[in-house]
């Protein structure tokens, strides 16, 4: 249990450890993960293109959640939606977090297609980032 919580434990900006900073980490997994997999493939504008759709789609619903058309990099949109799911009630920006995330995938899957979707996904969550299986194998 005690390495669980020091998991969730980061350093805040005056130093002290905050539990929020470890759970907005974990939020934001998925996301970096995914956007690790998609910008080589469509671009940062692409990936913000996609991403902003989504997010205009949901800011109907959470009206807290930012959309704004001029971020062009995944670092810009990251962070901003890191500031947005940190200024939420926790349950509630989970379960955005959740929400955008699905409204994300269906997205790129009407674009892409299901299976190259499903694959892509597959990758960029794998449960050991540090050894990404070879996209080369499966030709």
């Known amino acids: 249990m005690e390495r669980d919580d020091d998991k969730r434990l980061a350093s805040g900006d005056d130093g002290r450890v905050t539990p929020q900073a470890g759970v907005a ?4 997994r998925p996301w970096r993960r995914i956007s690790g997999q998609l910008v080589p493939l469509i671009g940062e504008s692409g ?3 996609l991403f902003g759709r989504a997010a205009r789609t ?3 619903r959470y009206e807290w959640l930012s959309v704004d058309p001029t971020r062009k990099s995944a670092v810009e949109l ?3 939606l890191e500031r947005d799911l940190g200024g939420a009630e926790p349950a509630v920006a989970n379960i955005a977090n959740v929400e955008l995330l699905n409204t994300f995938t269906r997205q790129l ?3 892409i297609g299901e299976a190259l979707t499903s ?3 597959a ?3 794998a449960s050991s980032p540090e050894a990404p299986e070879d996209v080369q194998e499966h030709k």
């Open 25 to 28: 980490a974990d939020r934001l």
């Open 47 to 49: 990936l913000c293109a």
């Open 58 to 60: 949901m800011a109907v």
């Open 78 to 80: 990251l962070s901003a």
């Open 109 to 111: 899957s009407s674009l």
């Open 119 to 121: 694959r892509l996904l």
């Open 123 to 125: 990758q960029a969550t």
